[in-house]
């Protein structure tokens, strides 16, 4: 089996959710990196969950830290091959250096980015991830979303369902999309309905 979309999945906390996205073949496991985060990964904890799933790459998420503090903490995760930002300004001073970018946006910002900086910021092959407090998309989002997804790589992190993933991706030209992860349970109990749904939809044979 396979996907058939780009699919990463942010904020993993629990070997639970990685061990069953690395089973459905996402391509991205999202660790927040940053110690003030309530999702905060520790290296030990880092190490702990990623040591037992393969077949897929890592992304430390950062939101606040300066370009100086990302490479502090990059050294304790030396297998993070990713590094998704909110702020554009330190994401852009490691192009070239051997990782994928990821800009993470919220869907108030696309609405008034020029398509020439989309442009050239997909030149440098970052990747735009869309995100949103607001749980549904109306017709003015999704006419920024495909007006930006025209000129660079977009994975959408807001509005998602099973029933109507295959629908965007289609209709807004997405490059894929982003899921959460959740919280367990208890140790090695989790409730993945919604997750499992949205991916399940997306499943297609070899």
């Not at 520790?42 to 799933?53: A, D, S």
């Not at 800009?103 to 991830?129: C, P, T, W």
């Not at 959408?156 to 209709?171: D, P, R, S, W, Y």
């Not at 490059?175 to 992860?181: N, V």
Request: net charge negative; with cysteine; glycine share 8%.
């Amino acid at each position: 089996m396979a996907l058939s979309t780009f699919v990463k999945i942010s904020g993993i906390t629990n070997l639970s959710d990685a061990r069953y996205c690395s089973g459905m073949y996402v391509d991205l496991l999202g660790f927040s990196l940053e110690g003030e985060s309530e999702k905060f990964i520790t290296p030990t904890q880092f190490n702990e969950i990623t040591g037992w799933v393969s077949g897929l790459e890592f992304v430390g998420e950062f939101v606040t830290y300066q370009v100086s503090e990302v490479q502090e903490t990059l050294i304790n995760y030396p297998s993070v091959k990713w590094i998704e930002h909110d702020r554009i300004e330190p994401l852009v001073e490691f192009e070239g250096k051997g990782y994928g970018l990821i800009y993470k946006m919220d869907l108030q910002e696309v609405r008034h980015i020029e398509q020439e900086v989309a442009e050239k910021l997909n030149e440098s092959g970052i990747i735009f991830h869309i995100t949103s407090d607001r749980e549904e998309l109306d017709e003015e989002d999704l006419k920024a979303i495909k007006l930006i997804s025209g000129h660079c790589r977009v994975i959408l992190g807001v509005g998602i369902t099973a029933q109507n993933v295959l629908e965007l991706i289609e209709k807004l030209d997405l490059y894929g999309i982003s899921l959460t992860g959740g919280d367990e349970i208890k140790p090695g109990l989790k409730d993945f309905d919604e997750l499992a749904d949205i991916l399940e939809a997306l499943e297609v044979e070899d």
